[in-house]
């Protein structure tokens, strides 16, 4: 089952979000010829769902209570998963890490927590889209770790190896990709699913 739910992924993967040709620079700096939008998939139906999915199942046995990441890419992430967790009678809230405290209203940094509501002692797992180095759930880790969160894991949707599972590792946070660039390193861009 979970391999025929990745399969299915990767073929709305290829079909709606890996794009093929020309340079691209990525969030972490590095030039690309090939780059993941992902949010065609993680806004489609069958994509989110299929995601949530095989996070719940990346995080079964884990502990965790809260489930999020650093604004924007985590953020359809984590709404799908939390949405799913309900309907299997094991809740976990969702949260999101801003890049920066807003400048007006409640100037948080960490949004999603109910007034009262915090982080310490509390295990989270950090959600991404894409990783490259890590660098942006590290962001995030950062912020959650001042809060006072136990980092469980981390988990991202695509890791594009080129170095985040050796950021996480160093940093002694367990790492899970749902995908990898060898899932895509022959396919094409472009398609509908």
Same mark, same amino acid.
């Given at each position: 089952?979970?391999?025929?739910?990745?399969?299915?992924?990767?073929?709305?993967?290829?079909a709606r979000?890996?794009?093929?040709?020309?340079? #691209?620079?990525?969030?972490?700096g590095?030039?690309?010829?090939?780059?993941?939008?992902?949010?065609?998939? %993680?806004?489609?139906?069958?994509?989110?769902?299929l995601?949530?999915?095989?996070?719940? $199942?990346?995080?079964?046995?884990?502990?965790?209570?809260?489930?999020g990441?650093l604004? %924007?890419? =985590?953020?359809?992430?984590?709404v799908?998963?939390?949405?799913?967790?309900?309907g &299997?009678?094991?809740?976990?809230?969702?949260?999101f890490?801003?890049?920066?405290?807003?400048?007006?209203?409640?100037?948080?940094?960490? $949004?999603?927590?109910?007034?009262?509501?915090?982080?310490?002692?509390?295990?989270?797992?950090?959600? $991404?889209?894409?990783?490259?180095?890590?660098?942006?759930?590290?962001? =995030?880790?950062?912020?959650? @770790?001042?809060?006072?969160?136990?980092?469980?894991?981390?988990?991202?949707?695509?890791? #594009?190896?080129?170095?985040?599972?050796? +950021?996480? &590792?160093a940093?002694?946070?367990?790492?899970?990709?749902?995908?990898t660039?060898?899932?895509?390193q022959?396919?094409?861009?472009?398609? @509908? +699913?």
């Amino acid at each position: 089952m979970r391999d025929a739910k990745r399969r299915r992924l990767i073929e709305i993967v290829k079909a709606r979000s890996f794009l093929r040709g020309g340079e #691209r620079k990525l969030v972490s700096g590095r030039s690309s010829s090939f780059y993941f939008d992902m949010k065609p998939t %993680m806004l489609n139906p069958e994509g989110a769902h299929l995601i949530a999915a095989l996070i719940l $199942e990346a995080l079964e046995g884990a502990g965790v209570e809260l489930i999020g990441g650093l604004e %924007m890419g =985590a953020v359809p992430i984590a709404v799908a998963v939390a949405a799913a967790s309900h309907g &299997k009678g094991r809740p976990l809230s969702a949260f999101f890490v801003r890049k920066q405290a807003k400048e007006h209203g409640a100037r948080k940094r960490i $949004e999603g927590l109910a007034p009262g509501e915090s982080l310490a002692g509390r295990r989270v797992a950090i959600l $991404e889209d894409v990783t490259t180095t890590g660098g942006s759930c590290m962001q =995030a880790i950062a912020a959650l @770790k001042a809060e006072g969160a136990i980092i469980e894991r981390a988990i991202a949707v695509i890791d #594009r190896r080129e170095g985040a599972a050796e +950021a996480f &590792k160093a940093a002694g946070i367990p790492f899970a990709a749902l995908l990898t660039i060898e899932d895509f390193q022959s396919a094409g861009g472009g398609g @509908k +699913a």
